[in-house]
């Protein structure tokens, strides 16, 4: 299966920071997702980027297919933004592969 | 960690019929969900599955649809029920413990319905 790596696995930022969560990935993908685990461990989806670059307000992504990688823009942090931050691949046999994670948080 | 378990892990079926999906953990959790993909869409919440009670669901998703249940911390099943080609997607389950912050994956199930 495709190994997917996140980095950093942890990371404290001060409020109104930015922050760059990073996605490696081993294979080729048909998509990449990125997640915000909210305190009752529920998915909230962020964007659906198998390529190219997206925009939601303080967050942007970047998807960079051939070489494997996204990137997770997050731009004055605030203390709502701290959680899980997963990114998840699917392969070409549309099988689900999720990162282990970035777990964020923000102090005021 | 938890490793976790579905099954099917694809199957395509007819038009009117039901198909169950289990979610089996290897350690017991306290979270479990269930999730939708349809094709070319993100992954959308349908309930959390509540051991010994019934699932809570999410807007748009009901329980004569999508049937539940979960009789242990290990294990769910999720239903789809009088299906159509609407309901051809990836369905996957998500378990964890909101007490480590972490979350795993089941691999999915991808349902075509003819």
């Known amino acids: 299966g495709i190994q997917v790596e996140q980095s950093p696995p942890d990371l404290i930022l001060q409020e109104g920071a930015n922050s760059t969560l990073r996605c490696n990935f081993s294979?080729?993908?048909?998509?990449l997702q990125w997640f915000h685990q909210n305190p009752w461990g529920q998915l909230i989806n962020l964007f659906y980027i198998p390529s190219g670059t997206k925009q939601n307000g303080r967050l942007s992504a970047t998807t960079v297919a051939t070489e494997r990688y996204s990137l997770l823009y997050i731009s004055s942090s605030q203390t709502t933004d701290s959680g899980v931050y997963f990114c998840a691949v699917e392969d070409t046999g549309n099988q689900f592969y999720f990162g282990t994670g970035t777990s964020l948080t923000v102090i005021p | 960690s938890a490793v976790i378990s579905q099954k099917p892990s694809r199957d395509i079926c007819q038009r009117g019929t039901s198909l169950t999906i289990q979610c089996q953990v290897d350690?017991?959790?306290?979270?479990m969900f269930w999730y939708r993909q349809q094709p070319g869409q993100s992954l959308t919440l349908i309930a959390t599955a509540n051991q010994g009670s019934e699932a809570t669901y999410e807007s748009g998703f009901v329980i004569d649809k999508f049937p539940i249940s979960r009789p242990n911390l290990t294990f769910s099943t999720l239903t789809v029920s009088n299906m159509s080609p609407e309901d051809s997607s990836i369905y996957l389950c998500s378990a964890g413990t909101v007490l480590t912050d972490t979350q795993y994956f089941g691999p999915g199930t991808r349902l075509t319905v003819l």
């Open positions: 294979d080729s993908v048909n998509n």
């Open positions: 350690s017991q959790v306290t979270m």
